[in-house]
Each structure stands twice: as structure tokens, then as C-alpha cells.
């Protein structure tokens, strides 16, 4: 055990001088019961300065999951919402916390939302409507969203295009595995496009070859924590500090060196969420990319 967390904190220390910011990370759940504050040190000891940590918890059951997290620690963000997989277990009560959640102080998002037609939990015509039904409340909560899509592409952003894009609020298309044609169509629509741990494995080609591509004022990176950790973890559980492996991966296929792109992906999301810089980051002399 002492060696494990000996060799994790090494691990971690190569990025230190680096400034990152994970834009999606579940750190409620019970892969990090035995070492959720550990597990948030090493994520400060390799440079991630701001985490937004994603409320959809285990379902409608507990949905303000998130929150104890930002109320403890000035770093951490957080949001609301219930994921398309638990679509079918939602009722009017539910919504109605949501709402009542959503004007907590630390929550700056209302996520993950979307369609899933990979596993289908819950039926397709049920998802939709709860995709509706949590953009309204997102729209009069004024808060952008976090987009889940997976195989239902097409009729996500058709969605969005009808419902969301008239609002101009905007949102992130997280762990993005799409085209570029699909990416571009949601920048046009206000989203920004966040690439995760998958983005480094070495079949998804298909996953770099838009990264490179993009305006780089239009990307973030994750963790999707604890799931997809990069390939020089895979097979580990994810944790926030290997956000690092994905600036690397970027960095890589767009020619850059990875603090830049820590650096310009961490601008973005401030820029996007209207948050300050923290102070120590500039007493710190970390540098801004703009």
C-alpha cells in the first residue's frame, strides 16, 4: 500500500508545474470511499487547480450528490441533473428539487444530460422527454448544460437545435467521441467540446483527428472519474490527476507542449463559466495562455 501510494504520487508530481482543470469527474461515487481525500491531494499536488464534480450521483435517489463537495472545498464546483440511463425512474417531485437545487451557489451547471441508445436503460421516447424537461429548468435556472450522448447523436443535437440553441446559454459536449461535423455543429450552438481519457487509447484515432482540429478556445479536458483512465493507467481506476495524460495527448497531435494546452483548456473554462483566476495561481507566476 505504501508503495502504491509512493508510486501514485510520482506519478502525479511530473505535472506539478503544470495549471489543469478537470471539467468532469464523479467524485461521489464509491470508488473513492476509501480514498476520496487522498485521492484530492494528489489531484492538487499534480496542478489540477478546479474541478467540476458531475451531481447525477447513483439516480433521482440523492441529487444533490455533488454539492458537500464544493461546500468543502473552494476548488470544486458543482452540478445537478439526472442522466439519460435513469430517465425512466424521474417524476415531477424530482424535477421540482432540480430546480430548487440549482440556485445552490457552487452549482454552475445542470449535468449530465442527453441520450444513451448504446445500453438504453430507459426507453428512447422516455430519455427525450426528460431531456426536454431538464433543459426548461436549466433554461429558467439560467445554467448551461452537460451533454451525455452516446449512439443518438443525430437526435441529440436535433434536440438541442430546437430547444437549447434559442436560449444562447450554451453547455459542453463532455467526453466527446463524435465527427468533426458533429463537434463543429454544436460549437455553432455555444458548446465547448471536452475530451477524456479515452482520447489517449490507441484505436480511438478517430477521437484525436478532431481534438487536433478544433479551435483551441473551444476545448476542455476530463477525467470522466472514475471511468476511461488513460492508456498509461488503463485497466487502474481514474482520478482527477490523470487529467494530465489527456493535455498530453492534445498537446501531442496539435504540436504543442502539454502546459499549453493545460493552460488554454484551463482559460476556456474559467472564460466559460465566468470564474476568476485564484490567486495563489498567479502568485504562483503560472501564466495565462490570453
Same mark, same amino acid.
Given at each position: 500500500m505504501l508503495n502504491e501510494t509512493k508510486e501514485r504520487r510520482q506519478e502525479c508530481l511530473r505535472y506539478k508545474t503544470m495549471e489543469l482543470i478537470d471539467s468532469h469527474a464523479h467524485i461521489d461515487f464509491p470508488q473513492f470511499t476509501e480514498d476520496r481525500e487522498a485521492m484530492l491531494e494528489r489531484a492538487r499536488a499534480a496542478g489540477v487547480s478546479t474541478l467540476l464534480a458531475i451531481g447525477t450521483g447513483p439516480g433521482p435517489e440523492k441529487l444533490d450528490s455533488a454539492i458537500p463537495f464544493a461546500e468543502q472545498h473552494d476548488w470544486i464546483y458543482a452540478t445537478i441533473g439526472i442522466h439519460p440511463h435513469e430517465a425512466e425512474q424521474v417524476t415531477p417531485?424530482?424535477?421540482?428539487?432540480?430546480?430548487?437545487?440549482?440556485?445552490?451557489?457552487? +452549482? /454552475?451547471?445542470?449535468g449530465e444530460i442527453g441520450l444513451d441508445y448504446f445500453y438504453d436503460h430507459s426507453p428512447r421516447d422516455v430519455q427525450q422527454r426528460v431531456f426536454r424537461d431538464q433543459m426548461e429548468l436549466a433554461r429558467e435556472a439560467?445554467?448551461? $448544460? $452537460? /451533454?451525455?450522448?452516446?449512439?443518438?447523436?443525430?437526435?441529440?443535437?436535433?434536440? !438541442?437545435?430546437? +430547444?437549447?440553441?434559442?436560449?444562447? $446559454?450554451?453547455? $459542453?459536449?463532455?467526453?466527446?467521441t463524435s465527427t468533426l461535423e458533429d463537434a463543429r455543429?454544436? /460549437?455553432? *450552438?455555444?458548446? *465547448?467540446?471536452?475530451? #477524456?481519457?479515452?482520447?489517449?487509447?490507441?484505436?480511438?484515432?478517430? /477521437?484525436?483527428d478532431v481534438a487536433k482540429v478544433l479551435p483551441l478556445e473551444k476545448i476542455l479536458i476530463e477525467t470522466d472519474a472514475p471511468y476511461l483512465a488513460p492508456q498509461a493507467f488503463r485497466g487502474k481506476r481514474n482520478e482527477p490527476a490523470y487529467v494530465a495524460e489527456v493535455a498530453r495527448t492534445i498537446a501531442s497531435v496539435r504540436n504543442l507542449r502539454p502546459d499549453e494546452v493545460a493552460a488554454a483548456t484551463s482559460d476556456n473554462?474559467?472564460?466559460?463559466?465566468?470564474?476568476?483566476?485564484?490567486?495563489? !495561481? #498567479?502568485?504562483?507566476?503560472?501564466?495565462?495562455?490570453s
Open positions: 417531485k424530482h424535477l421540482e428539487q432540480l430546480a430548487a437545487l440549482a440556485k445552490h451557489e457552487k +452549482v /454552475i451547471a445542470w439560467k445554467l448551461p $448544460i $452537460i /451533454i451525455h450522448c452516446r449512439d443518438a447523436w443525430s437526435d441529440c443535437l436535433n434536440l !438541442l437545435d430546437e +430547444v437549447w440553441r434559442p436560449t444562447g $446559454i450554451g453547455g $459542453i459536449l463532455h467526453c466527446f455543429r454544436g /460549437i455553432e *450552438m455555444g458548446f *465547448m467540446v471536452s475530451f #477524456a481519457g479515452n482520447s489517449t487509447y490507441p484505436k480511438t484515432q478517430n /477521437i484525436r473554462f474559467r472564460r466559460f463559466f465566468g470564474l476568476a483566476r485564484p490567486a495563489r !495561481l #498567479a502568485a504562483s507566476g503560472l501564466k495565462e495562455t
